[in-house]
Structures are given as structure tokens and as C-alpha cells.
């Protein structure tokens, strides 16, 4: 039976940039749904007792399965969004490891800021930004809906989650606010060094 995980931060935390009121929406009612949901379509199955990753990879591509692959894959999308975000009073910058990846892939630190937002700005519809490392290599890549950077193959190392109820109730329909007040206050350049 899977659960919500606790968050890595106070709800206040990330305020003025999430309010707390988002997180009560958005991690104790919608990530909250997910998490019941899929206990109820892996209830009495095989997958009952496989890791949530295992479930992801097993149910990916399969039209039959795709409720419980939904399901799965926004469980995993949101405790890894949860994760890539900081205390909104934490001074943290990339270490010179993960900022010499960032120099590598994007040419600059400020061109890696921009090709973020263009591609969180650039997923029509709801979904997801993410930093992702492909072999050797750092690129941003966007997935509509539940798609997860890990069905493909890919290594997450940020997520900006853009689906409407991430940003409505503090930015409505200013999706371009909230990318930049992530990227620019709620990045948690510590978690990305972890997964590089």
C-alpha cells in the first residue's frame, strides 16, 4: 500500500513563491488522490507489492493498464517535484560539479535558465519541465500529462510540475510567474547534485 510521503519543507516554506494554501490543495488533495487511486487499482493484483518504479515501468506503453500507469507515474512526478524544490530562505547555488554539467550541456548557467522556462512554458496543456541526464549528457525535456522522464529511459534530476493546479490559485493563469519564481528562488540544487 503506498502513502503520502511527508514533504521536505514546512507548508510555509516556500512562501511568498507557493503559498501554503496551494500546498494544502495540491499535495493534500491532488497527489493525496493519486496515492488512493492507485491503491484501489493495484488492490488485489500483482502489482500490489512491486516498488512504484517497477509499476511505472511495467504498465508503460499498455493501453489496458494506462489507469494504473496514470496513476503510478503521478505519485512518482510529484515526490520528485516535492524534492526538487527548497525552502524559499535557503541561499543554495549548484556546486561547481553540477554547475560545470549545466556549462556543458547549455553553454551557460543563464542559457540553461532560459531553455527551462521556454520548455515549461512550451508544454501545451498540463504536464511537466524536467532537467534530465541522458547518458553524459544534461538536457530539458517536457511530458505531457503523467509521462515520466524514467519511462523513457531517462535519469530525473529537476521537475517543474505545470499542470494547472500547481500555480492556479496563487498565479491563475500566469504560468510564466510561476516558472520564474521557481527558477530563480525554489530550485534545490542539492537534490540535482544527488542524482547527477
Known amino acids: 500500500m503506498f502513502i503520502l510521503s511527508p514533504l521536505p519543507f514546512a507548508k510555509s516554506a516556500l512562501e511568498p513563491h507557493i503559498s501554503s494554501q496551494t500546498l494544502d490543495f495540491h499535495y493534500g488533495k491532488h497527489h493525496q488522490a493519486y496515492i488512493d487511486n492507485l491503491n484501489k487499482l493495484v488492490a488485489g493484483t500483482v502489482l500490489e507489492t ?3 518504479e517497477d509499476i511505472i515501468m511495467k504498465t508503460a506503453g499498455s493501453i489496458s493498464q494506462v489507469a494504473i500507469f ?3 507515474a503521478q505519485v512518482y512526478n510529484h515526490d520528485f517535484f516535492w524534492k526538487s524544490l527548497r525552502p524559499a530562505d535557503a541561499t543554495l ?3 561547481i560539479r553540477l554547475m560545470a554539467a549545466l556549462e556543458s550541456s547549455f553553454g551557460s548557467f543563464d542559457s540553461f535558465l532560459n531553455e527551462f ?4 512554458l512550451g508544454q501545451f ?3 511537466w519541465a524536467w532537467l534530465v541526464k541522458d547518458g553524459e549528457v544534461l538536457k530539458i525535456i517536457k511530458t505531457a500529462n ?3 522522464p524514467i519511462a523513457h ?10 499542470w494547472e493546479h500547481a500555480y492556479y490559485l496563487d498565479y491563475q493563469n500566469r504560468r510564466a510567474d510561476f ?18
Open 70 to 72: 496514470n496513476n503510478a
Open 146 to 148: 503523467a509521462d515520466t
Open 179 to 196: 516558472v520564474e519564481a521557481i527558477l530563480h528562488n525554489l530550485l534545490n540544487w542539492d537534490f540535482a547534485e544527488k542524482n547527477l
Open 93 to 95: 547555488e549548484p556546486s
Open 153 to 162: 529511459g531517462l535519469k530525473p534530476l529537476l521537475a517543474i510540475d505545470v
Open 50 to 52: 512491486v516498488p512504484l
Open 117 to 120: 522556462k521556454a520548455v515549461a
Open 125 to 127: 496543456g498540463s504536464g
